[in-house]
């Protein structure tokens, strides 16, 4: 690695680089666009920062086992640990919204704009995930759902736009990088999975005579 080369970083460049460094460690995902109530959609400097000192940052990261990935055409970093270490484990209500997050970006592809975002609410996600996908039995209720999308938005899975994630009319976009934390094969899998425990725990409900 050439430190020489952050050595040589100006002191805004240096606290920048700790910043860019900080946010994908803490978040996972660094992503090229966002989203504020006044503004609408702006450039992230953060991430053409990045973009710029890519190689520097990823063999910095390196020597702390994390290796760095690039999506350019979705507008993304993202780190893996090659120790995996600090996984984001999530319960079963927050996995189903997840899912739902993602068949809802896959839904919506041929709508998508340069963005590469979907925007939804958080109606459209609960009435997904019971009625549309039938993921969970029944709705969650808003606390878990706020505290679920919470941790989303922590990882920058999605962006809220208005409203709070306690409301059914809140409004967010749901980012690209939902195509990183859930593949089309896990997709699969994990849906298939959670259906057949919702038969079996059906089945131990009603027993037949």
């Known amino acids: 690695m050439s430190l020489e080369n952050i050595r040589s970083y100006s002191q805004k460049e240096t606290e920048q680089f700790k910043s860019v460094c900080s946010q994908l460690l803490a978040r996972t995902y660094l992503v090229k666009n ?24 990823a063999d910095y990261l390196r020597m702390m086992d ?13 780190v893996t640990s090659t120790e995996e ?3 984001c484990s999530l319960t079963k209500t927050p996995t189903a919204i997840l899912l739902a997050l993602r068949m809802i970006y ?8 340069l963005d590469h975002d979907v925007l939804c609410t958080v109606r459209d996600v609960l009435e997904k995930v019971v009625t549309d996908y039938a993921i969970l039995p029944s709705r969650p209720n808003m606390d878990e759902v706020r505290r679920a999308l919470n941790i989303l938005e922590d990882h920058n899975v999605i962006q809220r736009i208005s409203g709070k994630y306690g409301q059914k009319e809140c409004r967010f976009v749901i980012l690209p990088t939902i195509l990183t934390v859930v ?11 959670m259906r057949k425990e919702e038969d079996s725990e059906e089945a131990d409900e009603d027993p037949a005579d």
């Open 106 to 113: 896959d839904e919506n592809a041929n709508r998508i704009g």
């Open 85 to 87: 270490a600090n996984r």
């Open 66 to 78: 994390w290796e760095l990935h690039s999506d350019p055409y979705n507008g993304y970093f993202y």
């Open 183 to 193: 593949s089309s094969e896990k997709l699969n899998t994990v849906v298939s999975q």
């Open 34 to 57: 966002l989203y504020r109530a006044d503004q609408g959609t702006v450039n992230n400097p953060d991430y053409y920062f990045l973009v710029q000192h890519e190689e520097d940052i």
